[in-house]
């Protein structure tokens, strides 16, 4: 992808992390207000099955994120780095929507309110991550020369 300025890279990107994290967040509001029983027996546990797959599953892409944004340390051009880091964080944001994915299904499965509150938590460490001007400087270690260009770029 070719961005003329930093302004469309950004619009680009958030729209499609937006999409991702929308998706799940139309569901859960779904499964709330519609409000049907539980399809499994109450169990005491039961949520902790959906819970460690959601936490287990943030912990694997956030590992595989930062490995693979290690690679993109060796790239010469900044343009290059955008564009790697414009596809990890993509790739990223999905695996995040997956565990957002997986605690909504033990959520419909089980109607325990933990798991919304699993759900709550997830989403606000999604808006912790979410990439900004400051953060693309810090995860992909630009020197402040290349920082300074990616701001002025317009």
């Not at 929308?22 to 099955?49: A, K, R, S």
């Not at 912990?59 to 290690?70: A, D, G, Q, W």
């Not at 033990?106 to 900004?132: A, E, H, K, S």
Request: proline residues 3%; positive net charge; contains cysteine.
């Amino acid at each position: 992808m070719k961005f003329q300025s930093r302004g469309q890279y950004f619009y680009s990107l958030y729209t499609i992390l937006f999409a991702l994290a929308l998706v799940p967040l139309t569901l859960i509001g779904l499964f709330h207000y519609i409000n049907l029983e539980p399809v499994f027996i109450e169990n005491h546990f039961g949520w902790l099955i959906p819970a460690f797959l959601g936490v287990a599953d943030v912990v694997v892409f956030e590992f595989l994120h930062r490995k693979n944004l290690k690679a993109t340390f060796s790239v010469a051009s900044l343009s290059d780095k955008l564009k790697k880091y414009f596809a990890l964080t993509i790739v990223r944001y999905a695996g995040l929507s997956l565990a957002l994915h997986l605690i909504i299904a033990g959520y419909f499965l089980l109607r325990d309110d933990r798991l919304t509150y699993l759900f709550m938590l997830l989403l606000l460490y999604i808006g912790f991550q979410w990439p900004t001007i400051s953060r693309v400087c810090d995860e992909l270690k630009l020197s402040r020369d290349e920082c300074a260009a990616f701001r002025q770029w317009k």
